[in-house]
């Protein structure tokens, strides 16, 4: 690690944080949360820490052998740990109406959820929904289950008297989108796809900053005690790649600037959905554990009301 990924932020914690650290001594006895993307990376490390602090996590997974094993792991290392694994392919509006359908059939409460899962650097390829694969689930995937469990989140938030939170695991590449944002009439346009760059990941990163944000403004137009944030996780290793493996030559790129082990990579997360500093914050970017902004953007009060409209006319 570079000297200045030690230097403390505001919070009191850096980049060189993990998620173990800035969840000490926090206890999320009686909490319910939704990890995607749970089943590799900083999604398994974050379902290990919440399980860890007594939270009820869910795995949302494609692969719900590789889930099982994560939880196996989980309550090995934990005696008594509440994890479970549910099937959730996030390119699939079926798969995710089946999975929220589900949940919420459950009866289970639900505090926290987290929209971890996401691909990188995929060559052109369209969703079982006939939408850019980046765009579709990395953004509207989520978009459309956060909708589909948000009555559960508001029915928990009062009657717990808690206050839910959703955070979007996004990117700091969300500051190198297109000139004007985000180009809606192009989403699937393969002639200007380029898997390095606005037209696919960064774009999706966009959304996922445009969305929380609107879904802040919404909640908090409508009174309900549920935060929406955005956050980079940083730089780390994980099988995000597994689409493209000339990607290593960007990481190892990225690298030079901030490099995370998946400890570190999932403390922001961590730190967002269960910290008591972030409690009544809401609408706003973290990174490295700490406050950050958003690009200007991100920032765009009329861009994310047209993704928001744009977005439901695709899941309707």
């Given at each position: 690690?570079w000297p200045?990924h030690r230097?403390?932020g ?8 993990t998620?173990?650290e800035?969840?000490q001594?926090?206890?999320?006895t009686?909490l ?6 749970a089943?590799s990376g ?9 399980a860890?602090r007594?939270?009820h996590?869910?795995?949302g ?12 792991a989980i309550?090995?290392?934990i005696?008594?740990a509440k994890v479970d ?5 996030l ?6 109406r089946?999975?929220?359908?589900d949940?919420n ?9 987290i929209n ?7 060559q052109?390829?369209l969703s079982?929904?006939n ?8 953004h ?8 589909l469990?948000?009555d559960?989140?508001?029915r928990?938030?009062c009657?717990?008297?808690k ?11 969300h ?6 944002g ?9 002639s200007r796809?380029?898997?390095?760059t606005a037209s696919?990941y960064?774009?999706s990163k ?12 919404r909640?908090k137009e409508?009174?309900?005690d549920?935060s ?6 940083g730089?780390?290793?994980?099988n ?5 493996n000339i ?16 400890q ?9 959905a269960?910290?008591?500093?972030v409690?009544?914050?809401s609408g706003?970017?973290?990174s490295?554990?700490?406050l950050?902004?958003?690009s200007s ?17 695709l899941?309707?």
């Open positions: 690690m200045f230097k403390l505001p919070s009191g914690f850096s980049s060189s944080s998620a173990e800035v969840t001594g926090i206890d999320g009686g319910t949360a939704i990890v995607t993307g089943s900083i999604g398994t490390e974050t379902a290990r820490v919440l860890l007594g939270v996590v869910i795995m997974v494609r692969n719900l052998a590789a889930g099982e094993d994560v939880k196996k309550v090995k290392e005696p008594g694994a549910m099937e959730l392919d390119s699939s509006m079926a798969s995710i089946k999975f929220a359908s949940f059939s459950s009866h289970l409460p639900l505090n926290i959820l971890n899962a996401g691909v990188f650097a995929t052109f390829m079982k929904d939408i850019e694969l980046h765009f579709a689930t990395n509207l995937g989520h978009f459309l289950l956060t909708n469990l948000l559960t989140m508001k928990t938030s009657e717990s008297s206050e839910g939170r959703i955070v979007n695991v996004s990117s700091v590449a500051r190198a989108s297109y000139r004007e985000i180009r809606f009439d192009q989403i699937n346009d393969n796809y380029g898997a390095w696919g960064r774009q966009l959304a996922n900053v445009l969305h929380a944000n609107e879904l802040a403004r909640l409508d009174g309900v549920i929406a944030n955005s956050l980079h996780p730089v780390i290793t994980t995000i790649f597994r689409h493209n990607a290593n030559s960007l990481f190892h790129w990225l690298g030079r600037f901030v490099h995370k082990n998946v570190q990579g999932a403390a922001t997360t961590c730190y967002v269960l910290h008591s500093q409690k009544g914050v706003e970017f973290f490295d554990n700490n950050s902004e958003a953007h991100g920032r765009d009060i009329e861009l994310a009301k047209k993704l928001w409209d744009f977005s439901m006319n899941i309707r």
